[in-house]
């Protein structure tokens, strides 16, 4: 029998003018839906996180997930809802404009606003708020951790909060000298003398590299700690309020306390080993207190910043208050710190030459680092906002001397020295802080500059005594330059770095003829000679729940 013929498959090959024809309209064909795609701003659902089956309490779980996001979606909404009635209540007020002659109701108007603004505590002045927490954190306390800069001990204490913890009771406080490896040895070991007299005093030296709460980075366990990732003080500090503990006989709160940028949440964060409080080189993160468990027994709370009252010293407002660089201006701010600093080593640090006044250093800062305006022109503004950005953070090495008599401050006697240091057992910690000086690697003396601390700050804790802040009805139309506000002040300061900071053409007109004509060849030998420094930031943070 014969077999049928098979049927040939038809051949796929083809001329390539066809095959390059097909493959061009292919591509046009993905390019059109990729331009419609982004047109609609369509963008792929993110994969929600489901609980496994395995998992105990799922219910729970997914109801408690529910509830949260219900509760978020409320919250948003009454939001909305509340820039709603403040957009027409804005609009109210640019229609029918306020006139002069009703004073009065305008007055009325205003007094019922304070009532609002104290039944509301988010309303209310941040500063009175400010004040309201660092009340409740010294209630709470058991135990008060003053911290102080090491560079400026006695600039960061404040006698009004000493004097509120004395007359609140029975309470132990106790000094914390914070940022010990930016000082040479021979002065820490002088400060701790001088204020281990009073009270009892702490080395320590915050960890500025630590993981988030609950993540574990399998890479930092290999590699070796550096210098600024190393806790020193941490044990001492523990020993000191584990023993004060067992003497007081129950469970302790140990609050912690300080000017701005003096590294109170960055101690929190090394006792506990975790980033659990907020922490930042900006000054005045930490906005509210936060409860944070040390152990079973030993509970640790984080207070807003002091608030630093306008009374004090140019210097001491540009160093301690978070809105001097705007109150006073950036030039100014930055002269006050420079006039109290040594200038030979001022000079020496930042490799610029001699100078005769703070404005020809600012311009010849600005041409050391860089910093130009439109048409060459030095950058004075923006130097003198560097210089003070670096005196006021955490990578500069300067000291000052303690006083060469001792006294006992006003507001503390004999025998409130005498228990305010029962409890502790302070041989052990005198061992402790001098094993902590050891481990430190600090500065040489040659290499950090001497400046002249302006003495103790005065800070404000009654809510009484901060200036009010009338709304711009009262104001009759003017501006008030020196507004009170954080987060206006961090806006106004972004604002100021986008843009051009530098001053006119007068400033760099006013220097010597000397300076303007070998500027450029003062650069060239500098550059020569001196390679440029490299700016470490202090990773601190202190934040405010």
Known sequence: MA?????????????????????????????????????????????????????????????????????????????????HKEQEKKRKLKTNPVEPS?????????EQCKAKNKAKPGKQNPKKLYCQELKKVIEASDVVLEVLDARDPLGCRCPQVEEAIVLNGQKKLVLVLN????????????????????????????STSLKNKGKIIKKMRRKVPFKSEVCVGKDGLRKLLAGFQEIYGKAI??????????????????????RICNVGVSMGLTRSMQVVPLDKQITIIDSPSFIVSPLNSPTTLALRSPASIEVLKPVEAASAILSQADTRQVVLKFTVPDFKNSLEFFTLLAQRRGL??????????GAAKLLWSEWTGGSLGYYCHPPTSWTL????????????KWGFNLEELEKNNAHSIQAIRSPHLASSILFQSSGLTNGIIEEKDIPEELPKQQQGGEDYENINNDQESVDEEAV?????????????????????????????????RVPEEEDDAYNFTTDYV
């Open 3 to 83: 077999c049928s013929p098979e049927l040939k498959k038809a051949s796929k090959r083809m001329t390539c003018h066809k095959r390059y024809k097909i493959q061009k309209k292919v591509r046009e064909h993905h390019r059109k839906l990729r331009k419609e795609a982004k047109k609609r701003g369509h963008k792929k659902r993110r994969k929600e996180l489901g609980v496994p089956n395995s998992a105990p309490f799922k219910e729970a779980l997914l109801r408690e997930a529910e509830l949260r996001k219900q509760r978020l979606e409320e919250l948003k909404q009454q939001q909305k809802l509340d820039r």
């Open 102 to 110: 009703n004073v009065e109701p305008v007055n009325e108007e205003f």
């Open 179 to 206: 940022k010990s490896d930016l000082v040479p040895k021979e002065n820490l070991e002088n400060w701790l003398n001088y204020l281990k007299r009073e009270l009892p005093t702490v080395v320590f030296r915050a």
């Open 372 to 381: 130009h305006q439109k048409g060459g022109t030095p950058n004075v503004e």
């Open 409 to 420: 401050s006003r507001h503390f006697n004999e025998n409130i020295v005498t228990d305010m």
């Open 496 to 528: 100021e770095k986008s843009s051009d900071m530098s001053p006119p053409k007068e400033a760099w007109e006013a220097l010597p003829e000397e300076a303007q004509a070998d500027e450029q060849s003062e650069q060239s030998y500098i550059l020569d």
């Open 253 to 274: 709160h140990v609050g912690v306390i300080g000017f701005p940028n003096v590294g109170k949440s960055s101690i929190i964060n090394s006792l506990k080993q975790e």
